[in-house]
């Protein structure tokens, strides 16, 4: 095998393939697992100045909490532990152990996250409430930057499932927002986010493409 063939098969194919490009993308509190859920009953509404006295429901001021990475929006986004009055889904296996919860619309939770430039994967886990009288038949869109990137329907009693949604994205900063837009009481549960990038495959072609005639050259020159 040539010297450059030897180039295209240790160093190339290998990029083209993008195993070794996939760079992750950094989530804080991916898990949801900052701030501790104080309120007894285990779960707790976003609300500024709230308490677990409520009014009406249990309330905790989550936004702002040193190390949590989201922002909660709207008066039906929160949080709830494994096991609660919320019935959210059995969380027996997974590896987080606190929830966001979406219910109604218009509630939110996102966070920025930078990355470069190429595909976006973001994974995460999604399910829906166990409750048939306030059930779990709310749909979640996943969004970038305020533009839909995917949408997900459940239904009540939908296990926690692993979604997987892949974009084209430039580098930089950009807002990955989970937001549930079924009016009334229904509700679903997010956690365990995960995300990476992969330059796109052009980036592989015009590398390719540079090694191979800086090989060419470097050979013709020993020709002349």
Partial sequence: MTRIGRLLQVVVLPLISGAVWASPISVTNADFGVPVIVCGLGYAYQATGGNCSGPLVPQQDFNGTSGIGWTFVGGGSGLTRSGTPFNPPDFTGQTFTQAAFLQSSGSSVSQSLTGSSGVWTVNFYLGSRFNPTTDGNQTVDVMIDGSLVSSYALLTGTPFTLETVSFAETGGAHVLEFLGTASGDHTAFVSGVSA????????????????????????NRRHI
């Fill in 196 to 219: 990476s990038a992969v330059p796109e495959p052009v980036s592989f072609a015009l590398l390719g493409a540079g090694l191979v005639g800086l090989g060419l050259l470097r050979r």
